[in-house]
């Protein structure tokens, strides 16, 4: 479904007097999850509904952008770049990866208000490339205030493998999260219905969740908990805050398979 289809179907909703719900999801998309040889990454990083290819909500600067290797963290917010997704602002940077282990991108982005769900979104985003196939440190933690813990290494994944995490909230398991799964699409993939556009999964009593990727591409994983304090509206009231970990791994076609 392309954007536009995207933004009629929301159009519809509404002169229906139904309010829609579209899975919010941030993106952080580099150009490679595995970098064999090392060398440049580019990770595009935009605020859109993956599976429907839009409609792209706007980003405003990130509050930071940064990059985990060998357990210290670099800022790379001086590296953005906005660069223009569906209309309206998205950013990218690009990296270069000149040593073996996992290379964790991370985004902080401003806080989001979605009027029809009349509350502020806030998703901390990451995405783990590996440097020189090396399948190290890739479970390492960002630190992020909701965060994914992968417990299946998030790269060099074929299609049909399962992925499994654990999400944390303040550094402490959250029994029974919900995580929402799309599909970034592009344009290929028709879903019979809504109900198939974004997957919902439960984590069990130790925060713990289990998905089988059905089709090669980015996966996104975003675990959803409501933050502590509220947040404001733009007319002042106050609102609750949605916080999302999360995590995007791509899947891979094996050679030869149909």
């Known amino acids: 479904m392309t954007g536009l289809a995207s933004f009629a179907r929301y159009a519809a909703c509404l002169m229906l007097g139904s309010t829609p719900t579209f ?73 270069d990866i000149s040593e073996p282990g996992a290379a964790i991108f991370y985004i902080e982005p401003q806080p989001y208000f979605e009027p029809a769900e009349n509350k502020q979104i806030v998703h901390y985003a990451k995405v783990v490339v590996d440097g020189f196939a ?6 390492d933690l960002v630190g992020l205030p909701v965060e994914i813990r992968p417990l299946s290494r998030p790269t060099g994944l074929w299609t049909g493998n ?5 999400v944390m909230k303040k550094g402490q398991p959250v029994p029974f999260a919900e995580i929402e799964v799309e599909f970034i699409n592009d344009g290929t993939v028709k879903a019979p219905n809504d109900a198939f556009i974004t997957q919902v999964i439960k984590a069990d009593a130790n925060g713990t969740f289990s998905y089988t990727m059905p089709r090669g591409g980015w996966w996104g994983f975003a675990a959803l908990v409501e ?32």
């Open 162 to 166: 399962q992925f499994s995490g654990v």
């Open 227 to 258: 933050s502590d304090a509220p947040g404001k509206s733009p007319d002042g009231k106050e609102v609750v805050i949605e916080e999302g970990g999360l995590i995007w791994i791509k899947a891979t076609d094996m050679p030869g398979s149909k």
């Open 134 to 139: 090396s399948g190290e440190g890739w479970d």
């Open 23 to 95: 899975a919010h999801f941030q993106q952080i998309i580099p150009s490679a999850d595995v970098v064999p040889n090392g060398g440049s990454v580019t990770v595009d990083m935009v605020f859109t509904h993956p599976f429907d290819g839009g409609p792209v909500m706007e980003m405003k600067r990130p509050v930071q952008v940064g990059i985990l290797k060998d357990g210290r963290k670099v800022d790379l917010s001086p590296s953005l770049t906005e660069k223009v997704v569906g209309g309206t602002a998205g950013w990218t940077l690009t990296q």
